[in-house]
């Protein structure tokens, strides 16, 4: 069966798009992931872990918001690429702060609003960028990645100490990022 031109290029598009929504959800569970061993060795409380998950919420849900106004006027490859970029390099940051509870928080709190820079505007990248039929089959392909993030991230912090499973992370969603920058800019040029 060949494949109209218009379905190969949904399909590239929903494929990035999953690819980089799964690497939101295993930065969002990594620190769930983690916390048997964070509590174990002391990295921090419960209390605190409960602190760190509040705040993310709070500002991811204050972020979509925001970037939901700031997505209908600039381009969302630069949102969804630069949210990965700099939600990345907060997750690295985590095992260098964790020892200053509140620059963890301040931390943390950011990487939920540079993850909510993801959602929306990739959904409207999808939505703009394919004819009509297809924008929904992509949606669903890149939600249903989002369950693949919790496994991955449960994965990590089986196998690997702390630190490296927060490094490991934050790497996959930096060079997602980065990747996604790419890719898009090719599908631009491309038309």
């Known amino acids: ?3 109209r031109s218009e379905v190969k290029k949904a399909i590239g598009y929903g494929a990035i798009c ?17 916390s048997p061993q964070l509590t174990e060795k002391a990295i921090f409380t419960t209390g605190q872990l409960g602190t760190l998950s509040s705040l993310f919420f709070i500002t991811y ?11 209908d006027k600039i381009n969302g490859k630069y949102m969804v690429s630069f949210g990965l970029i700099f939600a990345g390099l907060c997750l690295f940051a985590m095992p260098l702060l964790a020892a200053v509870p ?25 939505a ?4 009509p039929d297809l924008p929904t089959r992509c ?29 490991l992370s934050s790497s ?9 920058f790419v890719v898009f800019t090719v599908f631009e040029k491309k038309g």
């Open 1 to 3: 069966m060949k494949l």
């Open 18 to 34: 999953a690819i980089a929504y799964c690497t939101v959800y295993i930065s969002r569970d990594t620190l769930s992931a983690l």
């Open 61 to 71: 849900a204050v972020g979509q918001l925001i970037n939901g106004i700031i997505g």
């Open 102 to 126: 509140w620059l963890a928080y301040t931390v943390y709190s950011a990487m939920g609003f540079f993850l909510a820079m993801v959602y929306a505007p990739m959904t409207k990248l999808i």
């Open 128 to 131: 703009e960028n394919n004819e």
């Open 139 to 167: 949606n669903v392909a890149h939600s249903m990645a989002s369950y693949l993030g919790a496994p991955l991230a449960g994965l990590f912090a089986a196998w690997l100490a702390w630190k490296q499973a927060f490094r």
């Open 172 to 180: 996959l969603v930096i060079a997602m990022g980065v990747v996604f």
